[in-house]
């Protein structure tokens, strides 16, 4: 008789909460084997003992087999002694300080569980918490691991018989699911006023809800990471009615509706957007508008994009299935859902903080009782299609990423790979659109997208995401990284707290790091950094940057940058782009129109005369070398847009009126004559400024203005990379979300014979500075 043997592994990745231990059950069965599978701080332990041929058909099994939610980043194996086991079992995890497991994201409905909600004959007919090991929610829901049910919000509901039953049964698709739940023992659904007086429980709530949103009410809905506010996205009134309540006037509202075929009627729907829309994370994809979609033209009014997005939890399928019924065949079946905040503010969780803090903006309440223990966002993607017109690279063979503009829901906390390991330590991220970043070993953790750190609620939300983060990562960071700006609460967080070591790095070149980190790479390059506004080394503020970053060395010089202008009130200017453009003429030596007046001066002449005489005496008008600045001016001058409601506004109009027939770009000369060089932006503007005068199309002068600014960058880069011998140009800053840039810039610089580094996990805007101070604060930690 054959002797037995017997092998232990080890994997780490993510391996707990997506159906790991289950499919190694079945398999280990399947092949007849005998031993154990638990969850511990290492990862998963496997010992499996059977006939030598078995054993190692499961070795070489296990990786190539693994479900289609698991990861696996290591898995390490090694002889064990026989013990004698006559059968394979899952056994209780082992608890310990410190771990090397990845937490799942949460994962959208699956095709199994919507088709379990469908049936009347199912327990689980129209339940809005079903899942199984393959879909549902995983870091929402998790407080630490090893991840078991009573580690996370599923702990106060304890199994009935049914669901205790399919949860022990390995040949059930909700073995060992966590979430696991049905009406009997699960959590539940009602519907609410504004004073929380209930009017409706159950599949009930959901079809009164339905009826309230086809009537116009705008409704707080509680969902999987926090609370949306939501309404018909057909009618200008209940639209109006949100923006008016939620203090947000003009900047895009998100929109959900039931299928793929509704999403094309919204917008052009091409191949990466349709694997977007129905794939496992479900972002808010953003896609070419249609004219005739049946949309409220106030859900997206400056631009020619659509945030689109396909139900992701079950609530949401009841949802939109009702709302498709109540307001009838003739009428689109389309909600908004934005995030459940007032402007600023970070997104409801509770129950009871919904009440209080959206009582004025919603009429009625959906709640439920699955405590949220990490609010997270909805993620946000463009696309990039590539056979977009505007991208000769893809033509030439060299796909776009799809772009990130805010990385949240479905995507954190899966890490980004780095290129070395290092201490664990925490970057700390900017002011505006804000994150975390842990590492890790060679992992970084970026958090949820946390917003703008000026108020105190999402400063406390900040330091809730911060200990979160450090509690289910198992990590005790030895150094943190902060911006250089002292005003940002996040360097002040920095300096008042005292657990830590601070290291500091200045904005943009951490940006450039960011991109070093998504691209594992530790070689010296050019870096242009193109973005608004960030404290420099040198007391100014920049923001149109060419830089030279070796990470090896953590060292950095400044090649090149925009030619200065200044800010006319400093962050007022930021508001009112009308000011930064009259700055720009009085840099130009235009202290007067010299010939058409300019657009604002028909409404702020006075503003105006007080702003010539603040230029001429040099009060409070900072030095700005920003890119994004550039764009706010040449904007104003187009009349574009005198003051914004929203960061970008500006420059989202200037890039929508663009012509796209137009093929001659203004003339953005490289400036040798200064150290360090100029990038001669202000002929760029002089250019457009002059065009606008005389009367020429706005969409001519914004395309001329947007070829003219990928054609000097270029230019510049190429030069400096023949003064250094560089050939990788990292591409990064909240200007490279601008479409335009994003597809022409790398592939001028293709054409110039340099291999340009775009982001492709994390996005360009401030959301990846975290990213790049980590990697910075690895480096350089001692």
């Known amino acids: 008789m054959p002797t037995n043997t017997r092998r232990r592994h080890v994997v780490a990745g993510q391996v707990q909460g997506v159906g790991f231990r289950p499919f190694v059950y079945r398999l280990a069965r399947e092949l007849g084997l005998a031993g154990f599978v638990r969850n511990t701080p290492e990862g998963v332990v496997i010992e499996v003992e059977g006939p030598a041929g078995a054993v190692a058909a499961f070795g070489t099994r296990l990786p190539a087999e693994v479900p289609p939610l698991a990861r696996i980043l290591r898995h390490g194996e090694a002889g064990a002694a026989p013990c004698g086991e006559a059968d394979f079992r899952i056994v209780q995890s082992a608890p310990g300080a410190g771990h090397d497991v990845l937490i799942s994201p949460d994962v959208a409905t699956c095709s199994d569980c919507l088709a379990d909600m469908a049936d009347p004959a199912n327990r689980r007919h129209e339940y809005p918490f079903t899942n199984c090991t393959n879909c549902g929610p995983r870091y929402t829901i998790t407080r630490r691991v090893p991840y078991d049910r009573e580690t996370t919000s599923m702990a106060c509901f304890p199994f009935c018989p049914d669901c205790a039953a399919e949860y022990a049964d390995p040949s059930d698709r909700r073995f060992h699911a966590q979430p696991n739940a049905c009406p009997v023992c699960g959590p539940r659904i009602w519907l609410a006023d504004g004073q929380g007086t209930r009017l409706a429980e159950g599949p009930a709530a959901v079809t009164a809800l339905a009826q309230a949103l086809a009537q116009g009410q705008v409704a707080a809905v509680k969902g999987l990471g926090g609370f949306h506010l939501v309404c018909d996205a057909a009618s200008e009134t209940a639209v109006a009615t949100l923006r008016h309540r939620k203090r947000r006037p003009s900047k895009a509202l998100a929109v959900m509706v039931p299928d793929l075929p509704t999403a094309a ?86 129950n009871r903080e919904a009440l209080a803090r959206l009582a004025d903006l919603a009429d009625i309440f959906l709640f439920h009782n699955r405590d949220i223990l990490i609010r997270t966002d909805d993620s946000v993607v463009r696309p990039l299609e590539v056979d977009d017109v505007c991208c000769g690279a893809a033509r030439g063979g060299i796909k776009p990423s799809p772009m990130v503009l805010r990385r949240a829901r479905g995507y954190v906390p899966s890490p980004v790979a780095l290129p070395a390991s290092g201490p664990a330590v925490v970057g700390l991220g900017p002011m505006l659109k804000a994150t975390l970043c842990l590492t890790k070993g060679k ?22 995401t911060l200990d979160h983060l450090c509690g289910v990562l198992g990590v005790s960071p030895q150094a943190c990284v902060a911006d250089l700006h002292p005003d940002y609460p996040s360097t002040r967080f920095a300096l008042e707290q005292d657990r830590w070591p601070v290291l500091r790095l200045q904005h943009h070149v951490a940006h450039i790091y960011a991109v070093l980190a998504e691209h594992r790479l530790l070689e010296p390059v050019l870096g242009l950094a193109l973005d608004g506004t960030g404290l420099g080394e040198d007391g ?226 401030d959301g990846c500075i975290s990213l790049g101070q980590a990697l910075y604060g690895l480096l350089a930690a001692p």
């Open 265 to 350: 009627r919204l917008g052009r729907v091409g191949e990466r957007a349709g694997a977007l829309l129905t794939g496992t994370v479900r972002p808010i994809t953003l896609l070419p508008a249609r004219t005739d979609s049946g949309l409220t033209p106030n859900v997206a009014p400056d631009t020619r994009e659509i945030g689109v997005m396909l139900p992701y939890t079950p609530l949401h399928h009841l949802l939109l299935g009702a709302y498709a019924r109540a307001a009838g065949p003739d009428r689109l079946p389309a909600l908004v859902m934005t995030s459940g905040n007032a402007g600023g503010e970070p997104i409801s969780l509770g």
């Open 443 to 464: 992992q970084a953790f970026v958090s949820q997208h946390i917003g703008d750190l000026d108020d105190l609620e999402t400063h406390g939300f900040y330091q809730e």
């Open 540 to 765: 100014t503020l920049w923001g149109g940057e060419c830089l030279l970053v070796d990470p090896r060395a953590r060292s950095h010089t400044r090649l090149a940058h925009f030619a200065p202008i200044r800010l006319p009130g400093g962050e007022a200017a930021v508001r009112e782009p009308w000011r930064t453009a009259q700055a720009c003429h009085f840099a130009l030596g235009e202290k007067t129109p010299a010939g058409r007046p300019w657009p604002w001066l028909a409404t702020r002449a006075a503003e105006a005369g007080l702003i010539s005489q603040m230029l001429e005496k040099g009060l409070n008008c900072p030095v700005t070398t920003s890119c994004g600045r550039l764009f706010d001016a040449v904007a104003a001058s187009l009349g574009l847009c005198q003051a914004i409601d929203y960061e970008g506004q500006a420059a989202i109009l200037l890039e929508q009126i663009q012509d796209a027939t137009e093929t001659r770009a203004y003339d953005c000369p490289v400036d040798r004559s200064v150290t360090p060089v100029r990038l001669d932006t202000l002929t760029l503007f002089a250019q457009a400024a002059a065009d606008a005068a005389a009367g020429a199309p706005a969409g001519r002068v914004a395309r001329r203005f947007h070829l003219g600014l990928v054609a000097g960058l270029a230019a510049l880069a190429r030069e400096m990379a023949a003064q250094t011998g560089l050939r990788h140009v990292a591409l990064s800053g909240g200007v490279l979300q601008n479409r335009t840039l994003a597809l022409l810039l790398p592939e001028a610089l293709r054409a110039a014979g340099l291999l340009p580094l775009c982001h492709r996990t994390v996005p360009a805007n």
